[in-house]
């Protein structure tokens, strides 16, 4: 049965979703294809007239990850000045976010993976990351903070999904928070 491009567009699209979210969780390696296509109703065979191969999709999924989270993280210049930056971060080292990787930011949940990844998916994630460190760098008008900021960001996320209790989770992202308000303080 051949079904139109609308369909299959669709069927696309519910494939990245259910497989982000399912990566982000249990890791993009050890998810089989017929794991990512059970999570959208299909058998195993039907992936390949979605994606030439596996790494094909990994490539798309990071892609559309990396772009969500650089639209919310400010990195598409729609956050100015420090107030919008302290919203992001707070809402980056929430517990939710730390409690919930499949609706998060795909770095601390694939970073791993990424790096293992070949050069040209490492260079994508690149440009994504200077992209937030250069906007970040503006609102702080110091470029060396706002690597700072990003990697106390992800390193704090990936600590706290490391805990098992809640209550220790939050003392991470607290600290964080603190180190960070400190931080935004002396800059303006």
Same mark, same amino acid.
């Not at 369909?7 to 969780?25: C, D, F, P, Y």
């Not at 690597?147 to 600590?159: D, I, P, T, V």
């Given at each position: 049965?051949?079904?139109?491009?609308?369909?299959?567009?669709?069927?696309?699209?519910?494939?990245?979703?259910?497989?982000?979210?399912?990566?982000?969780?249990?890791?993009?390696?050890?998810?089989?294809?017929?794991?990512?296509?059970?999570?959208?109703?299909?058998?195993?065979?039907?992936?390949?007239?979605?994606?030439?191969?596996?790494?094909?999709?990994?490539?798309?999924?990071?892609?559309?990850?990396?772009?969500?989270?650089?639209?919310?993280?400010?990195?598409?210049?729609?956050?100015?000045?420090?107030?919008?930056?302290?919203?992001?971060?707070?809402?980056? +080292?929430?517990? %939710?976010? /730390? #409690?919930?990787? @499949?609706? &998060?930011?795909?770095?601390?949940? *694939?970073? =791993?993976?990424?790096?293992?990844?070949?050069?040209?998916?490492?260079?994508?994630?690149?440009?994504?990351?200077?992209? +937030?460190?250069? %906007?970040? /760098? #503006?609102?702080? @008008?110091? &470029?060396?903070?706002?690597?700072? *900021?990003? =990697?106390?960001?992800?390193?704090?996320?990936?600590?706290?999904?490391?805990?098992?209790?809640?209550?220790?989770?939050?003392?991470?992202?607290?600290?964080?928070?603190?180190?960070?308000?400190?931080?935004?303080?002396?800059?303006?």
């Amino acid at each position: 049965m051949r079904y139109c491009a609308e369909h299959k567009a669709a069927t696309r699209e519910r494939l990245l979703a259910a497989s982000g979210a399912l990566a982000k969780q249990q890791g993009f390696a050890v998810s089989g294809v017929d794991a990512l296509m059970k999570t959208v109703g299909l058998s195993g065979a039907a992936f390949y007239k979605h994606f030439p191969s596996k790494d094909a999709l990994f490539s798309e999924l990071i892609e559309r990850e990396l772009s969500n989270s650089l639209a919310r993280l400010g990195g598409d210049g729609s956050h100015n000045g420090t107030d919008a930056l302290r919203r992001c971060l707070h809402a980056y +080292l929430s517990l %939710a976010h /730390a #409690e919930q990787p @499949d609706r &998060g930011c795909v770095l601390p949940a *694939l970073g =791993a993976e990424i790096a293992r990844a070949d050069d040209s998916l490492k260079l994508l994630t690149e440009q994504h990351i200077v992209r +937030l460190q250069q %906007a970040w /760098a #503006e609102i702080l @008008d110091d &470029g060396q903070l706002a690597w700072n *900021l990003l =990697a106390q960001c992800l390193g704090s996320l990936m600590l706290a999904r490391m805990m098992v209790s809640s209550q220790t989770r939050q003392q991470v992202l607290n600290a964080s928070h603190e180190m960070f308000e400190h931080t935004l303080q002396s800059v303006g």
